[in-house]
Protein backbone atom coordinates (compact mmCIF):
# COMPACT_ATOMS: atom_id res chain seq x y z
CA UNK A 1 0.00 0.00 0.00
CA UNK A 2 1.24 3.42 -0.53
CA UNK A 3 1.45 5.40 2.20
CA UNK A 4 2.79 8.96 3.35
CA UNK A 5 2.87 9.81 6.90
CA UNK A 6 3.41 13.34 7.99
CA UNK A 7 4.60 14.14 11.17
CA UNK A 8 6.12 17.03 13.78
CA UNK A 9 3.18 19.91 13.52
CA UNK A 10 2.34 21.79 16.55
CA UNK A 11 2.16 25.24 18.12
CA UNK A 12 4.94 27.68 17.36
CA UNK A 13 5.39 31.14 18.45
CA UNK A 14 6.07 33.84 15.16
CA UNK A 15 9.69 33.89 14.42
CA UNK A 16 10.27 30.19 15.40
CA UNK A 17 10.91 27.38 13.78
CA UNK A 18 10.08 23.96 13.31
CA UNK A 19 10.50 21.19 11.30
CA UNK A 20 7.60 18.21 9.40
CA UNK A 21 8.87 14.94 8.58
CA UNK A 22 6.93 12.53 6.28
CA UNK A 23 7.95 8.97 5.89
CA UNK A 24 6.95 7.37 2.43
CA UNK A 25 6.37 3.22 2.10
CA UNK A 26 4.61 1.34 -0.75
CA UNK A 27 6.47 3.12 -3.32
CA UNK A 28 10.10 3.69 -4.95
CA UNK A 29 10.88 7.01 -2.98
CA UNK A 30 14.29 7.18 -3.85
CA UNK A 31 13.42 8.37 -7.71
CA UNK A 32 10.37 10.24 -6.55
CA UNK A 33 10.03 14.12 -6.70
CA UNK A 34 8.22 15.45 -3.28
CA UNK A 35 6.15 18.37 -2.48
CA UNK A 36 4.67 19.88 0.50
CA UNK A 37 1.34 21.97 -0.05
CA UNK A 38 -0.36 23.42 2.53
CA UNK A 39 -3.96 24.43 3.07
CA UNK A 40 -4.86 27.21 5.90
CA UNK A 41 -8.24 26.46 7.44
CA UNK A 42 -11.15 26.87 5.77
CA UNK A 43 -8.75 28.23 3.19
CA UNK A 44 -7.11 26.85 -0.56
CA UNK A 45 -4.54 24.47 -1.25
CA UNK A 46 -1.16 26.46 -1.72
CA UNK A 47 2.32 24.88 -3.36
CA UNK A 48 4.94 24.86 -0.96
CA UNK A 49 7.82 23.74 -2.35
CA UNK A 50 9.50 20.06 -4.53
CA UNK A 51 12.56 18.20 -3.88
CA UNK A 52 14.12 16.24 -6.97
CA UNK A 53 15.56 12.54 -6.96
CA UNK A 54 18.93 12.23 -6.33
CA UNK A 55 19.18 10.75 -9.53
CA UNK A 56 17.45 14.04 -10.98
CA UNK A 57 20.13 15.90 -9.36
CA UNK A 58 17.91 16.44 -5.99
CA UNK A 59 17.49 20.54 -6.28
CA UNK A 60 14.67 22.44 -4.44
CA UNK A 61 12.13 24.26 -5.85
CA UNK A 62 10.27 26.78 -3.62
CA UNK A 63 7.10 29.01 -3.57
CA UNK A 64 7.89 32.63 -3.41
CA UNK A 65 5.97 33.08 0.22
CA UNK A 66 8.31 30.52 1.48
CA UNK A 67 11.59 31.09 -0.06
CA UNK A 68 14.40 31.62 1.96
CA UNK A 69 12.87 31.07 4.93
CA UNK A 70 11.88 27.06 4.28
CA UNK A 71 13.61 24.27 2.83
CA UNK A 72 13.28 21.22 1.96
CA UNK A 73 15.78 17.77 2.66
CA UNK A 74 15.34 14.32 2.27
CA UNK A 75 16.84 10.84 3.29
CA UNK A 76 16.42 8.31 0.74
CA UNK A 77 17.84 5.05 3.25
CA UNK A 78 14.53 6.20 5.88
CA UNK A 79 12.16 6.91 3.11
CA UNK A 80 11.97 10.38 4.92
CA UNK A 81 10.70 13.71 3.33
CA UNK A 82 11.49 16.97 5.63
CA UNK A 83 10.01 20.14 5.76
CA UNK A 84 12.07 22.84 7.43
CA UNK A 85 10.23 26.02 8.12
CA UNK A 86 12.28 28.96 9.84
CA UNK A 87 11.21 32.61 10.70
CA UNK A 88 7.46 31.16 11.19
CA UNK A 89 4.48 34.09 10.46
CA UNK A 90 0.68 33.90 11.40
CA UNK A 91 0.03 33.33 7.53
CA UNK A 92 1.55 30.24 7.70
CA UNK A 93 -1.01 28.66 9.95
CA UNK A 94 -2.20 25.92 7.69
CA UNK A 95 -2.21 22.05 7.67
CA UNK A 96 0.88 20.57 5.54
CA UNK A 97 0.29 18.07 3.06
CA UNK A 98 3.46 15.81 1.86
CA UNK A 99 2.54 14.62 -1.41
CA UNK A 100 4.15 12.83 -4.51
CA UNK A 101 3.59 13.26 -8.60
CA UNK A 102 1.16 10.88 -9.91
CA UNK A 103 2.89 8.41 -12.03
CA UNK A 104 1.86 5.59 -14.55
CA UNK A 105 3.64 3.25 -16.83
CA UNK A 106 7.04 5.06 -15.75
CA UNK A 107 6.15 8.09 -16.62
CA UNK A 108 5.26 11.28 -13.88
CA UNK A 109 2.35 14.11 -14.59
CA UNK A 110 2.79 16.88 -12.30
CA UNK A 111 0.79 19.06 -11.20
CA UNK A 112 -1.08 15.58 -10.40
CA UNK A 113 -0.32 14.48 -7.15
CA UNK A 114 -1.14 11.26 -5.72
CA UNK A 115 -0.95 10.25 -3.08
CA UNK A 116 -1.55 12.60 -0.24
CA UNK A 117 -0.62 12.28 3.38
CA UNK A 118 -3.06 12.75 6.35
CA UNK A 119 -1.38 16.29 6.84
CA UNK A 120 -0.07 17.84 9.95
CA UNK A 121 -1.21 21.07 11.33
CA UNK A 122 0.76 23.55 11.84
CA UNK A 123 -0.02 26.84 14.06
CA UNK A 124 1.48 29.91 14.39
CA UNK A 125 0.57 32.39 17.46
CA UNK A 126 1.72 34.09 20.31
CA UNK B 1 0.53 35.49 -9.88
CA UNK B 2 -0.37 33.62 -6.70
CA UNK B 3 -3.18 31.75 -7.60
CA UNK B 4 -5.75 30.52 -10.37
CA UNK B 5 -9.08 32.16 -10.52
CA UNK B 6 -12.39 29.54 -9.87
CA UNK B 7 -15.61 30.70 -9.24
CA UNK B 8 -16.58 30.53 -5.18
CA UNK B 9 -19.43 28.15 -5.87
CA UNK B 10 -21.38 26.42 -8.73
CA UNK B 11 -24.69 24.36 -8.17
CA UNK B 12 -27.00 21.88 -10.03
CA UNK B 13 -29.75 19.49 -9.50
CA UNK B 14 -29.04 15.81 -9.50
CA UNK B 15 -28.33 14.56 -13.13
CA UNK B 16 -27.53 17.63 -14.54
CA UNK B 17 -23.82 19.27 -15.45
CA UNK B 18 -22.21 21.55 -14.27
CA UNK B 19 -18.78 23.38 -15.40
CA UNK B 20 -16.36 24.79 -13.46
CA UNK B 21 -13.41 27.33 -15.03
CA UNK B 22 -9.82 27.71 -13.96
CA UNK B 23 -8.23 31.10 -15.47
CA UNK B 24 -4.46 31.52 -15.25
CA UNK B 25 -2.28 33.60 -17.77
CA UNK B 26 -0.33 32.63 -20.73
CA UNK B 27 2.91 31.58 -18.09
CA UNK B 28 0.77 28.58 -16.75
CA UNK B 29 -2.51 27.38 -18.02
CA UNK B 30 -2.18 28.98 -21.50
CA UNK B 31 1.30 28.06 -22.06
CA UNK B 32 1.38 24.70 -20.89
CA UNK B 33 -1.01 21.54 -21.22
CA UNK B 34 0.06 20.71 -17.26
CA UNK B 35 -3.24 20.68 -15.29
CA UNK B 36 -4.85 19.07 -13.15
CA UNK B 37 -7.74 19.09 -11.12
CA UNK B 38 -9.12 17.76 -7.27
CA UNK B 39 -11.95 16.80 -4.96
CA UNK B 40 -11.62 17.59 -1.77
CA UNK B 41 -14.70 16.84 0.80
CA UNK B 42 -15.14 18.23 4.08
CA UNK B 43 -12.56 17.18 6.43
CA UNK B 44 -10.61 15.21 3.76
CA UNK B 45 -7.49 15.00 1.78
CA UNK B 46 -7.74 16.11 -1.74
CA UNK B 47 -7.77 13.40 -4.21
CA UNK B 48 -6.43 13.58 -7.80
CA UNK B 49 -9.26 13.79 -10.41
CA UNK B 50 -7.43 14.45 -14.07
CA UNK B 51 -4.13 15.11 -14.99
CA UNK B 52 -2.60 16.56 -18.15
CA UNK B 53 -6.16 18.80 -18.58
CA UNK B 54 -8.23 15.68 -19.31
CA UNK B 55 -7.18 12.60 -18.22
CA UNK B 56 -8.19 10.24 -15.32
CA UNK B 57 -6.43 7.80 -12.78
CA UNK B 58 -7.63 4.45 -12.14
CA UNK B 59 -10.49 4.40 -10.89
CA UNK B 60 -11.65 8.14 -11.20
CA UNK B 61 -15.63 7.69 -12.91
CA UNK B 62 -15.48 9.10 -16.51
CA UNK B 63 -18.86 11.71 -15.35
CA UNK B 64 -15.40 14.02 -14.99
CA UNK B 65 -14.03 15.34 -17.74
CA UNK B 66 -11.44 18.50 -18.58
CA UNK B 67 -10.86 20.80 -21.29
CA UNK B 68 -8.78 23.74 -21.76
CA UNK B 69 -8.82 27.16 -24.19
CA UNK B 70 -6.49 29.84 -24.20
CA UNK B 71 -5.89 30.61 -20.68
CA UNK B 72 -8.46 28.59 -19.16
CA UNK B 73 -9.12 25.25 -17.86
CA UNK B 74 -12.66 23.72 -17.08
CA UNK B 75 -13.79 20.87 -15.57
CA UNK B 76 -16.87 19.19 -16.16
CA UNK B 77 -19.33 17.12 -14.26
CA UNK B 78 -22.25 15.09 -15.66
CA UNK B 79 -24.71 13.37 -14.06
CA UNK B 80 -24.27 15.23 -11.27
CA UNK B 81 -24.61 13.04 -7.96
CA UNK B 82 -25.12 14.26 -3.99
CA UNK B 83 -21.57 12.63 -3.27
CA UNK B 84 -20.28 15.23 -5.77
CA UNK B 85 -21.12 18.06 -3.06
CA UNK B 86 -17.51 18.81 -2.38
CA UNK B 87 -14.50 21.67 -2.89
CA UNK B 88 -12.86 21.82 -6.12
CA UNK B 89 -9.09 22.57 -7.35
CA UNK B 90 -7.12 23.35 -10.28
CA UNK B 91 -3.85 23.20 -10.29
CA UNK B 92 -0.88 23.71 -13.34
CA UNK B 93 2.71 24.16 -14.22
CA UNK B 94 4.06 27.83 -13.67
CA UNK B 95 6.91 29.16 -15.55
CA UNK B 96 7.04 31.67 -12.81
CA UNK B 97 8.97 31.09 -9.47
CA UNK B 98 6.70 29.15 -8.17
CA UNK B 99 6.48 26.17 -10.22
CA UNK B 100 2.93 25.03 -9.30
CA UNK B 101 0.44 26.83 -9.10
CA UNK B 102 -3.60 26.19 -7.21
CA UNK B 103 -7.06 27.46 -7.96
CA UNK B 104 -8.83 29.80 -5.52
CA UNK B 105 -11.52 26.78 -5.23
CA UNK B 106 -15.06 26.01 -5.99
CA UNK B 107 -18.13 25.12 -3.83
CA UNK B 108 -20.22 22.80 -5.50
CA UNK B 109 -23.63 22.18 -4.27
CA UNK B 110 -25.63 19.67 -5.22
CA UNK B 111 -29.72 21.20 -4.86
Known amino acids: EVRLVESGGGLVKPGGSLRLSCAAS????????MSWVRQAPGKRLEWVGL??????????NYAAPVEGRFSISRDDSKNTVYLQMNSLKSEDTAFYYC?????????????????WGQGTLVTVSS | QSALTQPASVSGSPGQSITISCTGS?????????VSWYQQHPGKVPKLLLY???NRPSGVSNRFSGSKSGNTAALTISGLQAEDEADYYC???????????FGTGTKVTVL
Open chain 2, 26 to 34: SSDIGGYDY
Open chain 1, 99 to 115: TTEYCNNDRCYPPGFDP
Open chain 2, 91 to 101: SSYSRSNTRYL
Open chain 2, 52 to 54: DVN
Open chain 1, 51 to 60: IKSKTDGGST
Open chain 1, 26 to 33: GFSFNNAW
